[in-house]
């Protein structure tokens, strides 16, 4: 039933020498422009590059270090997505992580605005959730425990940032987990994080119309 090819909504800015250290798909496609097939912790399946190595390679020998990729991978077919995407507790359950451990830029990911809002020591592990209700206290002495782990340590990266291809109304890629550490990093000036692809079910393309307007709202509610 997996037959149809997903696409991400953003193009990254991703290390070209990562880029080809990546096998060569089972349906590698020679030329065209560089994509990247996402892994599936779950399925065992690394990230494998699904077309352009051509094109990676000369950039390379031109004395680029980074090269703009999209990713792809097969899924539900966006009619059947949108009904998933509705409700939050089903489309979870077709969450894929992830496997290769990317290096971008801050700046390149602050540049996406993949952000879902701010998460500052303010308002730090506020969840609406009760369930992870802490208190103002908690709450605070966890942020300064990163925040001073990140300061002293540099990030680390056996803990990736995570970012949901096709996330939000199954439309547009977004952060998943990382919003503190993402603000930590602007306020201390690290330059490179790792960053780890999961994937969603995607939604039928006019639902990145309805993306934009609900986004434009969220912003004029902060």
């Known amino acids: 039933m997996k037959k149809y090819l997903a696409c991400s909504s953003e193009t990254y800015l991703l290390p070209i020498a990562e ?8 349906g590698y496609a020679a030329g065209g422009e560089p994509l990247v097939m996402a892994g599936s912790l779950k399925e065992k399946q ?8 051509e094109a990676l390679e000369k950039a390379q020998a031109a004395g680029e270090e980074y090269y703009p990729v999209r990713f792809v991978y097969y899924t539900y077919r966006p009619l059947l997505g949108f009904f998933i995407n509705l409700l939050k507790p089903l489309k979870r359950r077709f969450y894929r992580e992830g496997i290769v451990r990317f290096h971008m830029r801050l700046k390149d990911i602050l540049a996406m605005k993949l952000k879902r809002g701010v998460r500052d020591e303010g308002n730090a ?3 609406t959730n009760k369930r992870w209700a802490m208190s103002l206290e908690e709450r605070h002495k966890r942020y300064d425990t990163l925040y001073q782990s990140l300061k002293q ?19 547009r890629d977004q952060l998943f987990q990382g919003h503190h550490r993402l603000n930590i990093c602007e306020e201390l000036g ?30 004029m509610r902060k």
Not at 19 to 26: D, G, M, S, T
Not at 203 to 213: C, D, L, T, V
């Open 46 to 53: 690394k990230e494998t590059l699904f077309s352009g190595a």
């Open 190 to 219: 690290i330059e490179k994080l790792s960053v780890c692809f999961w994937t969603s079910v995607p939604s039928p393309r006019f639902m990145a119309f309805f993306e934009k307007i609900v986004s434009k709202i969220r912003g």
């Open 19 to 26: 880029l080809l250290l990546l096998e060569k798909n089972a």
């Open 125 to 127: 592990y506020n969840w």
């Open 153 to 171: 340590n540099g990030y680390d990266d056996k803990s990736p940032i995570f970012v949901m291809i096709n996330r939000n109304l199954g439309a």
